[in-house]
């Protein structure tokens, strides 16, 4: 334990959300030549008319972003935000966490609020991921991501020993652990990582915001295929690890998202359904330190668990950073959604899905959904809270969840743990 | 002022002069390897150098034979061919490795490739033993499955 359990100094609450569509910003109509400014805005903006406030209102911006030099061609990147949410001449910061970036913003916001310096706080995550600048050439101008991006992989690892041991397991560590402990067969294990896609992509459907709008039956179909077991273990969906299959990786995207975190006070002076931070935690280790997500998850969620009083069975719908697939498993049970060792039963069952017994990801997840890096936990926290408030596009789950369990997992190193209270 | 040896240097030097070396705290016994200036379990910032036996256990492998997050592009280009110590690189694979002094790494374990793997997967843990292997300019530590003991 290394936060003193308890509630928060003062009680903090969510008040508005935004997030744009992920996407490929060189291949999709009307949004090809975005900036970072104005899709970090887009969403700023968004969640801002969502709570019924102005930016004039707004305390202080946290913002993240992942490799902003490489992608972006720029440094210091939260303070060229500030103007483009009219915030310009107020408290700022930048911060990375890799991956866990968006789900670290809404935990930093949360303890300006709760400290009670400042009553409402701008969230805001932006990523543009699949795309480079042009040397010497305006933000709006971009080229496709090449090779180069493949380069920034072997950054993750620290550059001193792990890098160069050349050991790094990914996000095959887990499948295979799990089979050691469980004895599950190749095959069984096949079969409920293809189970766990199949879901995700079931959420995403008809998502208007999401990467993938159509599941992966009706996709199979398109290409004359209709046994869906053979399809995903078809030429379609090669492994491209040990276990891991192509719908069962992030697809590199690009979006922003962004949350308005306030006091109590203001979040009831306002016309939305409050959402209440209860508490947020976190872990971190080293990449190259074995079972890295497995360790770094559970410290986060039991000491979650510990402040929160609440148990696997008080939680409604789990929201998890699944850049791998096999993390939607891995969280499950940790997190006492899914029973141990019997959670890949749940998912082969169809429980994951967004009609299913325990819904997962109801956006459809970084495979799914799209995988925005420094964008992601806040678009997580995006529809965490429009299903909460039964305004979720597309796809609202008929009993709106009052209790909902975010993990951010990111940069193979830092998982964060958060419940949000309707 | 204090004065603090350089651990990283010192570490790839006696690489160099034929040692694998760790660090251990001279308060609580903890061994860290590779090394680092404070003790994982008590604090400690007393550490003493010592070469390691290189006898370990294999706890996990993988199989990681396709492009993906498990390995860096160099690593997948050097997999495609070339030698480390006349130890083929396509015989070896990422794996977990348990020091006899206690250290847990992710690292790489050699003598393993996609035949024996599964077969090897299954009698987990395995007896291993480090070695020090040549990289492109500097030398780095691997671990070598040498088979079953009669
Ligand atoms: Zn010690």
Not at chain 1, 37 to 52: H, K, N, S, T, V
Not at chain 1, 390 to 413: A, D, W, Y
Request: net charge negative; charged share 25%.
């Amino acid at each position: 334990m290394y936060s003193k359990v308890g509630n928060y100094q003062r009680k903090v609450y969510i008040a508005g959300v935004g997030c744009t569509r992920f996407c490929d910003i060189l291949d999709t109509p009307g949004v090809t030549g975005v900036t970072e400014g104005e899709l970090f805005a887009q969403a700023a903006i968004d969640a801002m008319e969502d709570a019924g406030i102005k930016a004039k209102d707004i305390n202080a911006l946290i913002h993240g972003q992942l490799w902003s030099a490489i992608e972006s061609d720029y440094l210091t990147c939260g303070a060229q935000m500030n103007k483009w949410v009219g915030m310009n001449g107020k408290p700022s910061m930048h911060h990375d966490e890799g991956c866990a970036t968006g789900y670290v913003s809404v935990e930093l916001a949360a303890q300006m609020v709760a400290s009670g310096k400042y009553d409402i706080v701008l969230a805001g995550g932006v990523e543009c991921a699949n795309s480079h600048p042009i040397e010497g050439k305006p933000a709006h101008m971009r080229r496709p991501m090449g090779a180069d991006a493949m380069a920034m992989g072997p950054m993750l690892d620290e550059n001193v020993y792990t890098r160069h041991f050349g050991g790094r397991m990914g996000m095959d560590a887990f499948p295979s652990q799990y089979r050691l402990r469980n004895g599950l067969s190749i095959e069984e294990m096949d079969d409920t990582l293809n189970a766990i896609q199949i879901a995700a992509r079931r959420n995403s459907a008809g998502n208007p915001r999401a990467y993938f709008q159509e599941d992966l039956e009706t996709f199979a179909k398109k290409l004359g295929m209709s046994d869906m077991n053979k399809f995903m273990k078809s030429v379609f969906n090669p492994k491209v690890s040990e276990y891991i299959r192509k719908f069962g990786m992030e697809l590199r995207t690009e979006g922003a998202a962004a949350a308005i975190v306030c006091s109590e006070e203001v979040a009831k002076s306002l016309k939305k359904m409050p959402i209440e931070i209860l508490a947020c935690t976190g872990a971190t280790a080293e990449m190259g330190t074995p079972n890295v997500e497995e360790i770094t998850t559970k410290e986060a969620i039991e000491e979650l668990y510990a402040i929160t009083g609440l148990c696997g069975d008080d939680i409604d719908l789990l929201m998890t950073n699944d850049f791998r697939i096999p993390s939607q498993l891995l969280t499950a049970e940790i997190a006492g959604y899914y029973p141990e060792g019997e959670g890949w039963k749940c998912f082969l069952n169809g429980d994951s899905a967004y009609d299913g017994r325990k819904p997962i990801n109801i956006n459809g997840g970084r495979c799914a959904f799209g995988h925005a890096y420094a964008a992601s936990g806040l678009a997580d926290v995006f529809e965490t809270v429009k299903q909460m408030r039964g305004e979720s596009e597309g796809h609202q789950l008929p009993v709106p969840p009052k209790t909902v369990l975010v993990r951010g997992f990111g940069g193979g190193q830092n998982a964060t743990a958060m419940i949000l209270k309707a | 002022m204090k004065k603090y040896e350089l651990f990283v240097k010192k570490w790839y030097e006696n690489l160099e002069e034929g040692k694998i070396t760790a660090v251990k705290c001279n308060e609580c016994g903890t061994v860290e390897f590779p090394p680092v200036y404070v003790c994982r379990d008590c604090s400690g910032t007393d550490m003493e150098w010592i070469e390691i036996s290189g006898n370990a256990k294999i706890l996990d492998i993988m199989d990681v034979k396709y492009m993906s997050s498990s390995i860096s592009v160099s690593e997948m280009q050097g997999s495609t061919g070339g030698t480390s110590n006349g130890v083929s690189k396509e015989d070896s694979r990422p794996a977990v490795i348990q020091l006899e002094e206690g250290p847990m790494l992710n690292t790489r374990i050699y003598g393993v490739n996609s035949t024996n793997k599964e077969e090897l997967w299954e009698k987990l843990p395995l007896d291993c033993k480090a070695f020090i292997v040549q990289k492109d300019g500097f030398k780095t530590v691997g671990f070598m499955y040498e088979g079953e003991e009669e």
